[in-house]
């Protein structure tokens, strides 16, 4: 006994050991160093309940951005055509998330691609020329679709379905009614080859605006460094679409990254009250509260999702919460529910 104890992992070490992990994003070992922590408490000492809740919850969240890298790496694949290896991403994606947006996002885009797999024809068939004369309706030959045609069979116009089919809303079908151009535009952003899609957005937007066109090309500033432009655009985006939700949620975003924490309190307040992801919003405002201090609001916040589809999420941030707080019963309460979802 006395030397097991004195071999025995100890927790504290292990989480920060995690934690360190964590923060350089290598998720993977931050999860074996969680469930080390795990592993190593004493199951005696009255504290372990809920030091393990905390630590759950970090196994949690390195999960959920390990799932979100593993979408990245099923995108990429699927950019590349290479159809069954983005599956096995997605696949590992819903084993790992707890995160219910995410494992939304990763259900809705395993589905779609495995539709698409069931639609596309077997490469031995014939795939029409520009030059196709006879056999061939209006509806089955697009003749400069033909040179699109990835090694998988998969066309640029599926790929692209493939990627916005995860947005929120009617958001999928406006994406899709813009048009081959904006496609073109969308998949080379999402490829790296951010000088096509400038000249993309840019020539369409000098047909005209639209809120979709203006928040991608917000995406194009931002990871070009231009902040200046990129507030600029989110803001003429919501201008013209003030219920536009990546939108609501980019500017968001961007005034918490810029410590404007007050304007992005009152926006997120805003799209509550709009019925604009209400609950992605909620616990957006949980953590808001909770960075600046505000404890007691936070808490409110999150126990407002306590019954709804981010039940999971709120529960992992408010146990602590209620711990440090000294609301103990509330605590246990919560945790209970939290092993329930």
């Not at 920060?16 to 999860?31: C, H, N, S, V």
């Not at 500017?251 to 019925?275: H, K, T």
């Amino acid at each position: 006994m006395f030397f097991k104890k004195l071999f025995r992992k100890d927790p504290a070490s292990c989480m920060e050991k995690g934690d360190k992990f964590l923060a350089a994003g290598r998720y993977a070992d931050a999860r074996v160093a969680f469930d080390d922590a795990l592993e190593a408490l004493d199951a005696s000492d009255p504290s372990s309940a809920s030091l393990s809740t905390a630590i759950r919850e970090k196994m949690a969240m390195a999960g959920n951005r390990l799932a979100e890298v593993n979408i990245a790496e099923a995108e990429a694949c699927i950019r590349g055509g290479d159809m069954h290896k983005a599956e096995d991403h997605l696949n590992l994606s819903l084993e790992l998330a707890d995160d219910v947006t995410i494992r939304e996002k990763t259900e809705k885009l395993l589905s779609s691609l495995l539709s698409s797999q069931e639609s596309t024809p077997q490469p031995a068939k014939h795939v029409h020329s520009k030059g196709c004369g006879g056999g061939c309706s209006s509806s089955s030959c697009h003749p400069s679709d033909s040179a699109e045609i990835s090694e998988d069979g998969l066309s640029e116009s599926d790929r692209f379905e493939l990627l916005v089919r995860p947005l929120p809303g009617d958001l999928p079908e406006r994406y899709l009614s813009l048009g081959k151009e904006f496609a073109k535009g969308y998949l080379a952003a999402h490829e790296g080859d951010l000088g096509t899609a400038w000249v993309t957005f840019e020539r369409l937007l000098a047909q005209g605006e639209n809120d979709v066109l203006l928040y991608e090309l917000s995406l194009l500033s931002h990871r070009e460094g231009d902040r200046r432009r990129c507030e600029a655009l989110l803001r003429r985006c919501l201008q013209l679409n003030e219920e536009n939700p990546l939108g609501n949620l980019g500017l968001v975003q961007f005034l918490a990254e810029s410590s404007r924490f007050d304007e992005a309190i009152a926006l997120l307040e805003s799209m509550l009250q709009r019925g604009i992801l209400p609950e992605q919003s909620e616990l957006f405002l949980g953590d808001l509260r909770q960075a600046r201090g505000e404890n007691d609001a936070a808490i409110e916040h999150y126990s407002r999702l306590l019954g709804g589809a981010l039940k999971k999420e709120a529960a992992q941030r408010l146990v602590p919460m209620l711990e440090a707080s000294g609301r103990h019963a509330d605590a246990a309460y919560v945790a209970k529910q939290l092993r329930c979802c």
